[in-house]
């Protein structure tokens, strides 16, 4: 079996009824071979005014959990922990803006950083830079330039029309990422998708 993981490519495909609350996706290889899935939990907090108060979400295949984000509560901009599953933290993602396409910075638990850009006027796709130096913005040097490690592109579904409104996700990685990487972008892909859907249910 591939470890999601190790998979360059990958997509991820939403599941979701039409009056659900919790996100769940499939993630599967292009030539369709599933590879594991994306569980959400609310928090004790649930839900108010479109803002999840707090989520936990799994990432397990056939072998059990790999992978836990954990998603404080939070009415404004939003960030998700994750965490191996021996309990080893790989990271965090963090919105960075309120308004237009959701932004995002990743930061890895071995100081490797980078943002998620895209979605601006009507676009679909976002891109994924990884920057060479570790550092804060603030204290980068002026020539770091980052390096374009993967993209993301939504495709929206519906299905019975109107009852349930769901989106697929392809995550393409530059082949020589390591497993770390690739971990923190899925969870920047989920991310993504969290983020969009509480604008959309609160109405921003």
Known sequence: MTDVFDAPDVLLYEHRGAFAVRHRYEIVLPDGTPAAAVEETLGAGGAFFGRVVSSRYLVQDVTGVLLAIERPGSLGKSEFFATWADGRPLGRVRQENSWAAPRFEFALADGRSG???????????????????????SLRKPDDEPRRIATVHREHRSFDRVLVDADAFALSTDPTLDRDLRAVLLVGVVALDAVRDARKNSGD
């Open 115 to 137: 943002r998620m850009t895209g979605g601006g006027w009507g676009s679909r796709d976002w891109d994924v830079a990884l920057h060479t130096d570790p550092r804060p913005a």
